[in-house]
């Protein structure tokens, strides 16, 4: 079976198409080598996917026939990644979340007037 279509069979993408395009940026490596798309998976082989900053690490276990449910896809793959990776994605949010606080968006004609006032007040 192709890279992009197991990806996508094991849950790992959305679409078929998105982990084409995955493939061709180079976030997806098996046994340490750079998949194209069309790169056929074979079970035992490892695979390291590179998602929302996190270098997910895989073991093939079996080929699915198609794309298969939620619950059945340990029966597919096995997940190796390591705790850190988590980690590092929490500290992540967290910094992210210091500079400028979720859903406030950019600052508003008036959000802008204040700031300069409060700038002009202090000097």
Not at 26 to 44: D, F, M
Not at 57 to 70: F, H, M, N, Q, T
Not at 83 to 99: G, I, M, R, T
Request: hydrophobic fraction near 30%.
């Amino acid at each position: 079976m192709r890279i992009d279509k197991y990806l996508w069979c094991v849950r790992y993408f959305k679409t078929r198409s998105i982990a084409t395009t995955a493939c061709k940026k180079g976030q997806v490596k098996i046994n340490g080598q750079e998949a194209k798309p069309s790169r056929e998976v074979l079970p035992t082989d490892r695979i390291v996917l590179r998602k929302n900053q996190i270098n997910y690490e895989l073991k093939v276990l079996d080929i699915p026939e198609s794309r298969i449910g939620a619950k059945w896809v340990s029966i597919y793959v096995e997940d190796c990644t390591p705790k850190e990776a988590f980690e590092h994605d929490e500290l992540l949010k967290y910094s992210k979340d210091y500079y400028r606080k979720k859903g406030s968006g950019r600052p508003t004609k008036k959000d802008r007037r204040d700031i300069e006032g409060y700038i002009d007040e202090v000097e």
